[in-house]
């Protein structure tokens, strides 16, 4: 049991972390969207800046070509990247959210796993009980029976003589007559016969007496 509860605390764990890897994945991922935009946005201003230069003095307009441009360039650097990262993103997220329904069938997997064996120790449990009930009434049934026998010693009494319970009293255990652990009831029948229980299973053989 030990190890089965290692497994579902290392099940329990590695979906916590798939949700944390998950959720920060998708704060990074909203984050270079975020930059990405910006980027777009600035990129989109200094092309309209470069279009409204063209239109401007042409002594300027060659040196803020220039400077556009490589601004243009290093914003498209960016953008390049940014479009990279939000890639590699991607694709974490997807592997995060592989492994994150990866740990909850594990886990599901063990807790039913888990309730077969605590049913399978249900009926082991149940089938002890009824085996130590069995034994508990034959012994009883054993007992009655020596009583039979001895008052039939003691009386006088034939092999088909039934005594009646109260007759049996002074050769039991403390005076009273035992009782199916069960809930079954007993027949004390002659003095020749076994005393039976009504529940199946329950009963002498001439092994016993």
Request: with cysteine.
């Amino acid at each position: 049991m030990n190890l089965k509860r290692w497994f579902v605390v290392a099940c329990l764990t590695l979906t916590l972390v798939a949700e944390f890897l998950l959720f920060r994945a998708q704060q990074t991922r909203d984050a270079a969207r975020t930059e990405l935009f910006s980027a777009q946005v600035v990129l989109h201003s200094a092309q309209v800046e470069l279009a409204d230069l063209k239109n401007s003095n042409a002594g300027l307009q060659a040196a803020e070509i220039s400077r556009l441009r490589t601004l243009n360039q290093i914003i498209t650097n960016q953008l390049l990247e940014a479009r990279s990262s939000l890639a590699e993103l991607k694709t974490e997220y997807e592997q995060t959210a592989d492994h994150l329904v990866t740990a909850r069938r594990a886990l599901k997997l063990q807790q039913q796993h888990i309730q077969e064996v605590e049913m399978e120790k249900s009926k082991v449990v149940v089938a002890g009980v009824a085996v130590i009930q069995q034994n508990r009434c034959n012994e009883n049934l054993r007992q009655i029976d020596l009583a039979k026998q001895e008052w039939a010693l003691d009386r006088n009494r034939s092999q088909d003589a039934i005594p009646a319970n109260r007759d049996l009293l002074p050769y039991l255990k403390n005076g009273i007559l035992p009782t199916c652990p069960g809930g079954g009831i007993y027949m004390i029948n002659s003095v020749s016969e076994f005393p039976v229980c009504s529940l199946p299973g329950h009963g002498l053989t001439a092994q016993m007496r």
